[in-house]
């Protein structure tokens, strides 16, 4: 099983992460995690830490001679903002952070759990994204994320091939494809944060050339479209994650939202093994499994909850009212959460892959991938050899 774990704090010596059942054979580029790592600093609308980071990662274990050998890999990304033994506590919780229930939980300080709580331990999850993204990659399995909104503000995505959308997001400030947005964007970024009020938005990601049968569809833990919303609404300040149309399909009629099926015989040596479907509004995903079209995944997240004009709170040493504690902060991260998201959404496919494939090593899925669709290709023609007329519920 692929798995891992983080730690470390906000303001810590580092953020780590262990990646345990990590399949051998995959050669690993650093300087690739670095460059998701400094995507995630970037967007507009970020604070002052983004100005002191320049996150690299180190890969501590797991490799020889740059190629993974099976064992767990262990990340480390130093904080070059450590600091935390010289900070000060909060005395008055900030609305929509963990501050009040966290301190409470743990019969301590509000320091204790802001300091873990922080997305700064998304740049742990980033780097571990990255290198799940270098196991997809030899599978022809691409990621990718962007912004579709900023607060009231929103940004349709502009249609076009991989290659296309992936130029216009690095030509946009904040990762959306359509960057004659920009301005407006940042227009209304400028004028929240000078009222001293922060932002949320959405992000979408999409997944290519996954093959069918990733999840499943026989136990509730196993399903792929409930893993994903829960490895999504797990990443900090996400608060709705839709797949495919979402929230839109309780509204529209049945025949305006499932996906018909079609089948193109010059497609059967791709993954879809010739299944074409003209509309993806399931998103990739029915019955828990990947249908082998692109899944998509939207994350609604919410804006930053430390105001620099701070809404009503409780001195929790006087147990009077007073404003929140206000600690240096972002405007908007919704930039920085489209490649957050983008990098958990990778490592849950990851993870499905090394399941459904099985095996210790790249080669070992590789030779199980083509197996399972020489046999599905064989199975299909059987079927239409045969006549098949199969009744189902
Ligand atoms: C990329 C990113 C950057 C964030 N930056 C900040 C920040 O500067 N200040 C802040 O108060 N919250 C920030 N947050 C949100 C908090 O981490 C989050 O709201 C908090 O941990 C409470 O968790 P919850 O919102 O999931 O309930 C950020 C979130 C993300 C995804």
């Given at each position: 099983?692929?798995?891992?774990?983080?730690?470390?704090e906000?303001?810590?010596?580092a953020?780590?992460?262990?990646?345990d059942?990590?399949p051998?054979?995959?050669?690993?580029?650093?300087?690739?995690?670095?460059?998701?790592?400094?995507?995630?600093?970037g967007?507009?609308?970020?604070?002052?830490?983004?100005?002191?980071?320049?996150?690299?990662?180190?890969?501590?274990?797991?490799?020889?001679?740059?190629?993974?050998i099976?064992?767990?890999?262990?990340?480390l990304?130093?904080?070059?903002?450590?600091?935390?033994?010289?900070m000060?506590?909060?005395?008055?919780?900030?609305?929509?952070?963990?501050?009040?229930?966290?301190?409470?939980?743990?019969?301590?300080s509000i320091?204790?759990?802001?300091?873990?709580?922080?997305?700064?331990?998304?740049v742990?999850?980033?780097?571990?994204?990255a290198?799940?993204?270098?196991?997809?990659?030899?599978?022809?399995?691409?990621c990718?994320?962007?912004?579709v909104?900023?607060?009231?503000?929103?940004?349709?995505?502009?249609p076009g091939?991989?290659?296309?959308?992936?130029?216009?997001?690095?030509?946009s400030?904040i990762?959306?494809l359509?960057?004659?947005?920009?301005?407006?964007?940042q227009t209304?970024?400028?004028?929240?944060?000078?009222?001293?009020?922060?932002?949320?938005?959405?992000v979408?990601?999409?997944?290519h050339?996954?093959?069918?049968?990733l999840?499943?569809?026989?136990q509730?833990?196993?399903k792929?479209d409930?893993?994903?919303?829960?490895?999504?609404?797990?990443?900090?300040a996400?608060?709705?994650v839709?797949?495919?149309l979402?929230f839109q399909?309780a509204?529209?009629?049945?025949?305006?939202?499932?996906?018909?099926?079609?089948?193109?015989?010059?497609?059967?040596?791709r993954?879809?093994?010739?299944f074409?479907?003209?509309?993806n509004?399931?998103?990739?995903?029915?019955?828990?499994m990947?249908?082998?079209?692109?899944?998509?995944?939207?994350a609604?997240?919410?804006?930053?909850?430390?105001?620099?004009?701070?809404?009503?709170?409780?001195?929790?040493?006087?147990?009077?009212?007073?404003?929140?504690?206000y600690?240096?902060?972002?405007?908007?991260?919704?930039?920085?959460?489209?490649?957050?998201?983008?990098?958990?959404?990778?490592?849950?496919?990851?993870?499905?892959?090394?399941?459904?494939?099985?095996?210790?090593?790249?080669?070992?899925?590789?030779?199980?991938?083509?197996?399972f669709?020489?046999?599905?290709?064989?199975?299909l023609?059987?079927?239409?050899?045969?006549?098949s007329t199969?009744?189902t519920?």
């Open positions: 099983m692929l798995r891992y774990l983080t730690a470390g906000s303001h810590g010596k953020m780590v992460a262990i990646v059942g990590f051998a054979g995959v050669s690993i580029d650093s300087a690739a995690i670095d460059g998701e790592l400094k995507r995630r600093q967007g507009y609308g970020r604070g002052g830490r983004q100005r002191i980071e320049s996150d690299q990662v180190q890969v501590l274990s797991g490799l020889w001679r740059g190629v993974t099976g064992s767990p890999i262990a990340l990304i130093e904080n070059k903002d450590y600091k935390i033994d010289r000060d506590d909060l005395d008055r919780p900030r609305p929509g952070h963990g501050d009040l229930a966290g301190a409470i939980k743990h019969l301590g320091r204790g759990v802001l300091e873990r709580a922080s997305a700064r331990e998304t742990a999850r980033v780097a571990v994204g290198l799940a993204k270098q196991l997809l990659q030899p599978l022809g399995i691409t990718f994320g962007y912004v909104q900023v607060g009231p503000v929103a940004i349709p995505p502009t091939t991989i290659d296309q959308q992936l130029q216009l997001r690095s030509q400030v990762y959306s359509d960057p004659s947005k920009d301005a407006e964007v209304l970024i400028d004028s929240v944060g000078k009222q001293g009020d922060t932002l949320g938005g959405i979408e990601v999409q997944v050339g996954v093959p069918f049968g999840g499943s569809h026989t509730w833990d196993r792929l409930g893993r994903l919303a829960r490895a999504v609404m797990s990443v900090q996400i608060k709705g839709e797949i495919g979402g399909v509204s529209r009629r049945g025949s305006q939202v499932h996906d018909p099926i079609q089948f193109d015989p010059s497609q059967i040596d993954p879809n093994l010739g074409v479907r003209p509309s509004n399931a998103g990739g995903l029915e019955a828990g990947s249908n082998s079209q692109p899944i998509v995944v939207r609604a997240k919410k804006p930053i909850s430390t105001l620099a004009k701070p809404l009503p709170s409780v001195n929790l040493g006087t147990l009077q009212p007073q404003q929140a504690s600690e240096r902060s972002d405007i908007c991260a919704v930039a920085a959460a489209s490649c957050i998201v983008e990098n958990v959404v990778a490592f849950e496919i990851a993870r499905a892959i090394v399941e459904k494939f099985g095996g210790d090593s790249l080669d070992e899925i590789q030779a199980r991938w083509e197996l669709h020489r046999l599905a290709r064989q199975k023609k059987l079927s239409a050899a045969l006549g199969n009744k519920d």
